[in-house]
């Protein structure tokens, strides 16, 4: 017999999501993903400063703003013909690593560990809902009090963050150039100490405490693999004098790594929320989801740390809801070595700001791997400014909806999941959390009527 | 409260710091002077950022907000329950003396469909009807971030999902937190007064004037050189940027003596214009943000 479950809202992700699943013999038989709000911000950038792009488009996101300000400027830069000194890159690169120390660590202690680990029942925020915790008290309790500890270093990221962004979330620092401001002796110390400090929490207590949940809950590496598809448009790489610190644009499919196509892209809204002009409609049949479905080569494909640390040759375990977890933990280490080579390797007092102008008519496109997977922005520019803007997020491409008859990344991801207690389906929370969901990311798109494949880039 | 003396906003935020406040809240909950209060934390359309910057929150911390100062019933980013037994925790709340504290519009546009929270009893519960529901009865409603407060982005022309602030769904008076995202303070501060004394003395539009009396304009380190007429002519100057449209003459708050993320810099520390995301109209009346020599000729 076939049970049907519903999981609204699944809590600690960014925005809401809604889970439906089929169960049948206690294994998930299908399921979907489905994004339950709707901004429409490229309908917004219409009309817009294109140079405004790059403040306004980190609102779609509180946790990964500053991814946004990367690929907007990328575009940019891109459409302008720009290309930034070795130093702006350097210093918008900072911002960007420091942003992934805030997210990894705020993803797995405040998102993930719950799962995981009992945190004091006598605050009403953890009070549980299943009865799946396995760890020794001692070590638990261990695990729950560094839930705790964590808040001052993930706070430190976003402090380091501010040093040469202004604020965070939603910095000023990040523009074209790479960054507003300059980098200075005293604030280079001031980064150096802090990431060192953050650094040792990373290495001694968070890593040690991923692989304990990972004793103890084995079989979450058996569970979650999905397509097995990885794909990463690179992030900290190609520089001139420091090569690529951690990874190409890269993916791999049917055992193979291969060279990233941008090219290759198409986004598809069959069981969206999206009318055959792109426009928002609420009353579409068989529409389940604000998410639409990017594909590349035409089928689904994961996004984010683990793609990253398959793609690089850092971490090759599996592909499953462990690994994507522990690869998330162990990123965390290798930004922060990333970021000390970085801040090693700045020049103080090197202005990168120049009077930019914006083009007439042009187009450009940013691509850039971000906390959460591949980051696409593309703009058009006419008349001065902005006459098309398309975004599409990490989250797009592990939540997306299905096409045809394929299934979406995460969706995939669940189908043949067990599912002990229908009641409380823990499992399916672990899976779609492994993929570290921002849903204000996966859906504030609207095209306006263009597909993604049809733009031409200078 | 009586109606306090406000002609001096600086002897108001130096006698009533975010710090000061909350510790005072904290030994009048340990001596049982005070009783803990319920806050709830609402998440509408919007990015999630507001609950992001409270985690940034340092002196008191999230952890002391927590465990010290409130019972923290509800929040979507959070709580480690999901699901039913989620949203049966946000709506038991009802009934019982609780802060509603609201980040994100509320989108009215097809009656809500475009922001869905949770399901109650299997039946789709959009942010209106959440807003609406909590908003009516709770003891005290803060709206935090622009979007709560006004709309902010995510009401940004042409406003395709017909955003408001949550002010427009509730006939009732809200404590307005405008800023994108809220500072940590400014909530900390505003909820620590809220426990001690009650509703903090607000502005005429209803935001605290702890936080939001002075412009940053008046209390700009950069300020003598606008005095003299010393103007940047693109980001990265160390100069004043009222001519690259610096929006910190019309927008009141605290950001150049508080400064952001540990106190360690804000916007205009960073060589750039203040975009004006603390104030009402942000962002469609704050745009361009970034131009070149608003006054130059032709």
């Known amino acids: ?458 | 409260m009586d109606t306090p003396d406000l002609q001096c906003p600086y002897q108001e935020s130096r006698l009533k710091t975010t710090s000061s406040l909350v510790n005072q809240a904290k030994s009048n909950i340990t001596n049982g002077i005070l009783k803990k209060r319920n806050l709830v934390w609402l998440e509408l359309n919007g990015c999630s950022g507001n609950i992001i910057s409270l985690l940034n929150g340092q002196d008191p911390d999230f952890q002391y907000l927590i465990t010290q100062m409130t019972n923290f019933i509800y929040s979507n980013s959070l709580i480690a329950a999901e699901g039913t037994a989620a949203i049966d925790q946000l709506f038991s709340v009802i009934g019982s003396d609780y802060i509603l504290a609201v980040e994100g519009a509320v989108s009215l546009k097809d009656n809500g469909a475009y922001n869905i929270i949770g399901r109650n009893n299997g039946k789709l519960v959009t942010g209106l009807e959440a807003v609406k529901k909590l908003g009516t009865s709770a003891s005290y409603v803060i709206a935090v971030g622009a979007c709560a407060t006004h709309g902010g982005v995510s009401a940004a022309r042409p406003n395709p999902t017909h955003c408001v602030g949550i002010q427009s769904v509730l006939q009732r008076k809200v404590i307005k937190l405008p800023g994108c995202p809220c500072h940590p303070d400014w909530f900390m501060g505003t909820l620590a007064y809220t426990l001690l004394y009650g509703e903090s003395p607000l502005d005429n539009r209803d935001r605290p004037l702890m936080f939001y009396s002075t412009t940053i304009h008046e209390r700009c380190p950069r300020r003598s050189y606008f005095d003299r007429g010393i103007f940047a002519s693109k980001l990265g100057e160390e100069t004043c940027m009222f001519k690259i449209g610096c929006r910190g003459p019309v927008t009141p708050i605290d950001c150049p003596v508080r400064q952001w993320n540990g106190h360690v810099n804000w916007p205009i520390g960073d060589d750039s214009p203040c975009i004006g995301c603390a104030q009402f109209g942000f962002p469609d009346a704050m745009e361009p943000f970034i131009s070149y020599d608003t006054t130059r000729e032709g």
Not at chain 1, 26 to 45: D, I
Not at chain 1, 223 to 233: C, E, F, H, V
Not at chain 1, 333 to 361: F, H, R, T, W
Request: charged share 20%; glycine share 8%; proline share 5%.
């Open chain 1, 1 to 458: 017999m076939t049970e049907k479950i519903t999981i609204n809202p699944v809590t600690r992700i960014s925005g809401f999501l809604e889970i439906e699943a089929e169960i049948a013999n206690n294994l998930v038989v299908n399921a979907q993903t489905k994004g339950m709000m709707f901004r429409g911000f490229e309908k917004m950038l219409l009309g817009r400063n294109p140079f405004d792009a790059v403040y306004f488009t980190q609102r779609i996101c509180g946790i990964c703003s500053t991814a946004h300000s990367m690929a907007s400027t990328l575009a940019l830069e891109n459409a302008m013909n720009f290309v930034p000194t070795e130093q702006g890159r350097y210093l918008r690169d900072i911002i960007h690593g420091c942003e992934f120390l805030q997210n990894h660590l705020r993803h797995f202690y405040q998102y993930t560990i719950p799962d995981f680990v009992k945190l004091p029942e006598e605050y009403p925020l953890f009070k549980v809902d299943h009865m799946d915790y396995r760890l020794p008290k001692k070590l638990n309790d261990k695990i729950a009090k560094d839930y705790f500890d964590s808040l001052d270093f993930s706070r430190r990221a976003h402090q380091m963050l501010a040093i040469l962004g202004g604020k965070a979330p939603h910095n000023h620092g990040i523009f074209i150039g790479g960054i507003t401001s300059q980098a200075t002796i005293d604030k280079i110390i001031s980064l150096k100490s802090i990431l060192s400090e953050i650094q040792t929490f990373i290495n001694e207590i968070m890593i040690p405490d991923v692989y304990e949940i990972a004793n103890y809950y084995s079989e979450y590496y058996h569970i979650g693999k999905g397509y097995g598809n990885l794909l990463s448009y690179g992030c900290f790489y190609n520089y001139k004098d420091l090569g690529t610190l951690y990874v190409n644009p890269l993916v791999y499919a049917n055992n193979t790594i291969s060279v990233f196509n941008p090219d290759d892209i198409t986004q598809d809204n069959e069981y969206a929320f999206f009318d055959y002009k792109n426009d928002p409609d609420i009353q579409k049949q068989h529409a389940y989801s604000w998410v639409k479905a990017p594909r590349y080569n035409n089928v689904p494909f994961e996004v984010g740390p683990l793609a990253r640390q398959w793609l690089s040759g850092e971490y090759r375990h599996g592909i499953s809801v462990m690994d994507r977890t522990i690869a998330r933990v162990l990123e965390a280490g290798k930004i922060a070595s990333v970021l000390k080579i970085l801040i090693d390797n700045l020049i103080p007092g090197v202005s990168v700001q120049k009077e930019y102008v914006v083009p007439e008519k042009s187009s450009g496109r940013g691509l850039v791997d971000t906390t959460r997977g591949a980051l696409g922005h593309w703009v058009y520019i006419d008349d001065g400014k902005i006459s098309f803007y398309q975004i599409i997020t990490p989250s797009a491409w592990n939540l997306s909806t299905q096409t045809g008859n394929m299934k979406g990344t995460a969706e995939q991801a669940i189908i043949g999941a067990p599912v002990s207690n229908i009641s409380s389906p823990v499992e399916i929370g672990r899976i779609i959390r492994s993929f570290d969901p921002c849903v204000s990311c996966a859906t504030h798109v609207y095209t306006g009527g263009e597909l993604i494949n049809s733009i031409q880039v200078v």
